[in-house]
Nanobody
């Protein structure tokens, strides 16, 4: 069973930064599509940053130029660097991956942006 474990969430002031981590129990080279998604209270889950094995990373319009997805293949870890955070970025952030045709997801990590 593939596992994805997110960490790095917390409380941050507007304008601050956080880095989320998602550790995958398999090699990142086995992943076809992987990304970060978020769900705010009362809203639908939305994609934040998604990469495909043979393509570039796609970012949601509201996070472009503020968030950056990166990977460390040696640690089987995907990161989401979040800068210039806004109150509207408050949400539970999830990482999800499609591996050999099966979709996997983590339990999420809560990010709260508030003064």
């Amino acid at each position: 069973q593939v596992q994805l474990v997110e960490s790095g969430g917390g409380l941050v002031q507007p304008g601050g930064s956080l880095r989320l981590s998602c550790v995958v129990s398999e090699s990142l080279f086995s992943i076809n599509t992987m990304g970060w998604y978020r769900q705010a209270p009362g809203k639908q889950r939305e994609p934040v940053a998604v990469f495909k094995r043979w393509g570039s990373t796609q970012y949601g319009d509201s996070v472009k130029d503020r968030f950056t997805l990166s990977k460390d293949n040696t640690r089987n870890t995907v990161y989401l660097q979040m800068n210039a955070l806004r109150p509207e970025d408050t949400a539970v952030y999830y990482c999800e991956a499609e591996i050999r045709g099966v979709q996997y997801g983590g339990k999420g990590t809560l990010v709260t942006v508030s003064s």
